[in-house]
């Protein structure tokens, strides 16, 4: 059985970098895609964006493309969202998930469509001056 | 703004029926997948697929879909089910790879 084990909080002053941390444990983690999700206070989730860790193929959200970096240590388990320069904005709540594939075959083309099985327990950032 | 379209609010009387819906035209081509997230926790996978669950999560939960609609639904509502809760699926433009509903907050009275 996977578990994600996230780093811990985190606070830091706008315009710092900051690089939090997933941790995978129980099953192969290189075979799955692992996700981040951001929920600000009092918000809903938005889906940020996704990496395989096999080969470290990476997907991103149009909303965050740019403005976090995901990476992956096959070697250690571990995928890793990153900001060069944060805001107050960001501050928010950060889950990592397994994402799980389910393809749809249209005519000649596959499509894959995601659902999140295991989360980890989030990591708080607070981003003020 | 998210594609998937909730309702913010849905309450229910316990052991009663409830029905979670979420609209979006990605339903037309793809399934929903639901999480249940309660106040200070992680969100939990409750519903996947056309309507499977993970272990553990009790059979008064299925999900289900109809045209750009996809539906949770409790049965026999339980005061621990009182939660947040999210629909998930791909986005029918294909821009988005994954999209969330705005969530619906389910009181149990």
């Known amino acids: 059985e996977v578990q994600l084990v996230q780093s811990g909080a985190e606070v830091k002053k706008p315009g710092e970098s900051l690089r939090i941390s997933c941790k995978g444990s129980?099953?192969?983690?290189?075979?799955?895609?692992i996700g981040w999700v951001r929920q600000m206070p009092g918000k809903g989730l938005e889906w940020m964006g996704i990496i395989y860790p096999g080969d470290s193929e990476t997907r991103y959200s149009p909303a965050f493309q740019g403005q976090v970096t995901i990476s992956a240590d096959k070697s250690i388990s571990t995928a890793y969202l990153r900001w060069s320069s944060l805001r107050a904005s960001d501050t928010a709540m950060y889950y990592c998930?397994?994402?799980?594939?389910?393809?749809?075959?249209?005519?000649?083309?596959?499509?894959?469509?995601?659902?999140?099985?295991?989360w980890g327990i989030g990591t708080t950032v607070t981003v003020s001056s | 703004s998210s594609e998937l379209t909730q309702d913010p609010a849905v309450s229910v009387a316990l052991g009663q029926t409830v029905r979670i819906t979420c609209q979006g035209d990605?339903?037309?081509?793809?399934?929903a997948s639901w999480y249940q997230q309660k106040p200070g926790q992680a969100p939990l996978l409750v519903i996947y697929?056309?309507?499977n669950r993970p272990p553990g999560i009790p059979d008064r939960f299925s999900g289900s879909s109809s045209g750009n609609t996809a539906s949770l639904t409790i049965t026999g509502a339980q005061a621990e089910d009182e939660a947040d809760y999210y629909c998930?699926?791909?986005?029918?433009?294909?821009?988005?790879?994954?999209?969330f509903g705005g969530g619906t907050k389910l009181t149990v009275l």
């Open positions: 697929g056309k309507n």
């Open positions: 990605t339903f037309r081509s793809y399934s």
């Open positions: 129980g099953d192969s983690f290189t075979n799955y895609w």
């Open positions: 998930a397994r994402h799980v594939p389910i393809s749809v075959v249209r005519g000649l083309k596959t499509y894959f469509y995601y659902y999140m099985d295991v």
């Open positions: 998930n699926s791909r986005d029918s433009t294909g821009d988005h790879l994954v999209v």
